[in-house]
């Protein structure tokens, strides 16, 4: 995936993928800021405690300033790129070339700016294959508007049915919760939403929201007949789930022209997750739910943000 094959590549796709317009990004920058970032978001994981699921660990792919920390190499892409083999080979290109900033002349291509984006994905223990992988971008321009914005989600064809991506998700809203975050969106298809619907809804926790533009005439459910389980559970969230054509009032703060999303609620479904307090432990729901395990604790507040560089710029 070299430079002059993602010029050609973007040329042809650029387009489809709806990309969102940040001129006179420096990519250079983008690249030191993103390792500063995913450094102290790989801290934060680490304070949320133990992790008991024996199949996978979750850890924040990271290319970090300290010597003593490995960089990613070659090996390590290749298994992100394993994961994504579900996506078109543009996003892939996306995705492992701009989000990973290994090839920051790549990132003129995307117009996107992942200056606070990270890789979290949950690693195999017994084979260390990334199983299961997330592109998550941090906004927080905004106060009182501050968001994680998941833009891609991947789980290995053969580890599939396992609840992966829904345990990812889980640590990714516990991971919010304890950075003082507002609320987690999800960029979905209209193939997909099924999906996120059916996300455990914890007790106590904000009503989710749906945002899709009017533009998008085809309906959720159209061509579900031939699964009717699927279409079921669909049908079960949507009623569970505020719909909205455009943002409503609560949420336009979250709606930064100046930042916007890297797709829009007329190109794809804004699904939003307002979070609860830190009373609502989102990560023991999902270990519950999808792999039946009860973390022995549930987690502490018991950190400090004064020991961080990056405090003024991140959660």
Excluded at 10 to 28: F, I, K, M
Excluded at 93 to 120: H, Q, W
Excluded at 177 to 189: E, P
Aim: charged share 25%; glycine share 6%; aromatic share 10%.
């Amino acid at each position: 995936m070299g430079l002059k094959f993602c010029r050609l590549l973007c040329g042809r796709n650029v387009g489809e993928l709806d990309v969102s317009n940040y001129e006179n990004l420096n990519p250079y920058l983008m690249k030191k800021s993103a390792r500063q970032f995913r450094t102290h978001m790989s801290k934060k994981l680490e304070q949320l405690g133990p992790q008991p699921q024996p199949e996978v660990s979750c850890e924040i792919i990271f290319e970090g300033d300290d010597p003593s920390v490995q960089n990613i190499n070659e090996d390590e892409l290749r298994r992100c790129a394993r994961v994504l083999r579900s996506f078109s080979t543009s996003v892939q290109n996306e995705i492992v070339g701009a989000c990973l900033l290994s090839r920051p002349n790549d990132v003129n291509f995307y117009k996107y700016d992942y200056a606070t984006s990270m890789i979290i994905g949950l690693r195999r223990r017994a084979s260390q294959e990334l199983a299961s992988a997330a592109l998550v971008v941090y906004h927080g321009q905004t106060e009182g508007a501050r968001c994680f914005e998941v833009i891609w989600v991947a789980t290995m064809r053969k580890y599939r049915e396992r609840g992966y991506a829904c345990l990812l998700f889980g640590f990714i809203q516990q991971l919010a919760v304890f950075s003082k975050i507002n609320s987690v969106l999800v960029l979905s298809s209209r193939t997909t939403v099924g999906f996120w619907l059916c996300q455990p809804h914890p007790p106590g926790a904000p009503k989710r929201v749906l945002v899709r533009g009017r533009s998008s005439s085809k309906r959720l459910t159209s061509g579900m007949k031939a699964t009717p389980k699927k279409l079921a559970k669909l049908k079960r969230g949507l009623l569970e789930t505020e719909q909205y054509e455009d943002p409503p009032d609560w949420l336009a703060p979250y709606y930064d022209e100046s930042r916007p999303f890297r797709f829009s609620h007329t190109k794809s479904i804004h699904l939003w997750y307002p979070l609860g307090g830190p009373g609502i432990d989102y990560l023991r729901m999902f270990m519950h739910t999808t792999l039946h395990i009860s973390p022995p604790l549930p987690f502490k507040q018991t950190y400090s943000l004064s020991h961080t560089r990056y405090i003024s710029k991140h959660p």
